[in-house]
């Protein structure tokens, strides 16, 4: 396997099934990709989903999960990269459909010192509700975007080459259903922090700490780009981070340090990590100092 696909979800499994749906249309990596669908606590019926699909699709397919307690998003991510295996990782939402090019051209675009930075189209709730999993693994993927979203994601893909060439200190940003890096780079700053809970911050936080241990951010927007299927805003949603408790922990950090204490290691044994693979088995994972 050359590139694992993270996936978080959590009791959205109608959206889950079309993200899954996508990526068996993939093309131009058969064989080369695996995928963890990381749960943050589903009561609902996405684990007997996902164990059905993982016994049709030709990647291995692996689930995991824990109880859940608030949004826990970096947890998720941590456990998923912990039940991976290859070398590179592709992080998205389980509310986003991808680009039959899109595991192919993070291929492509991936360099050493380079964390890679992206983000996505956003439908309304009719046209999400028009695009079916059929569909996506037949290999029909929507033409027809809105134009207003076209336009936001190339101005912001125009800025970006902008930003790169002058060097702007965590610009572009990283936006956590479409970014990609080496296992040895998230390993060296300890992967997402998990004192972040609720919405957002999680990812400008890595970016942050990844930056300061040498990488440089290159955006990945005028090569793909996800589709992002409309939900209700999180509970825990608040515009620019304003009041919440994410933006107090991130301000509270301005020296953060590069390796982050609660992360992808920590050191005492973390709780088990339930592993679904196809065809369907269990094992168990800790992950310690």
């Not at 990283?174 to 809970?197: K, P, T």
């Not at 992360?263 to 310690?288: E, F, M, Q, Y």
Request: glycine share 6%; aromatic share 6%.
């Amino acid at each position: 396997m050359e590139i694992a696909v993270l996936v978080s979800t959590f009791e959205r499994p109608g959206h889950l099934e079309r993200c899954l749906a996508s990526l068996e249309a993939q093309q131009g990596v058969d064989g080369r990709f695996e995928v963890v669908v990381t749960d943050d606590g589903s009561r609902d019926e996405t684990l007997r989903l996902v164990a059905t699909i993982a016994r049709r699709v030709s990647f291995p397919l692996s689930f995991t999960t824990h109880q859940h307690d608030g949004f826990r998003l970096a947890r998720c991510r941590n456990e998923g990269v912990a039940a991976s295996t290859a070398p590179y990782l592709l992080f998205t939402d389980g509310d986003c459909i991808l680009p039959p090019n899109h595991l192919s051209a993070h291929l492509a675009a991936r360099r050493q010192g380079r964390v890679v930075a992206g983000d996505c189209l956003r439908l309304d709730r009719d046209a999400s509700e028009s695009i079916g999993a059929a569909e996506l693994r037949a290999g029909r993927f929507p033409s027809r975007l809105p134009v207003a979203e076209r336009r936001r994601l190339a101005g912001k893909a125009l800025r970006a080459k902008v930003y790169e060439a002058c060097r702007i200190p965590t610009r572009p940003r990283l936006s956590g259903n479409n970014i990609a890096l080496w296992r040895s780079d998230y390993e060296r700053v300890n992967g997402f922090d998990e004192q972040f809970v609720g919405w957002g911050l999680e990812d400008r936080d890595l970016q942050v700490r990844l930056e300061r241990a040498g990488l440089r951010t290159w955006s990945i927007l005028l090569r793909t780009a996800p589709i992002h299927l409309w939900h209700p805003a999180a509970p825990t949603f608040s515009r620019n981070n304003a009041g919440t408790a994410n933006l107090a922990y991130f301000e509270s950090l301005p020296n953060r340090p590069t390796f982050c204490q609660d992360g992808l290691v920590k050191p005492t044994d973390a709780p088990v990590i339930v592993r679904l693979a196809s065809p369907v088995s269990v094992s168990h994972a800790r992950r310690a100092a």
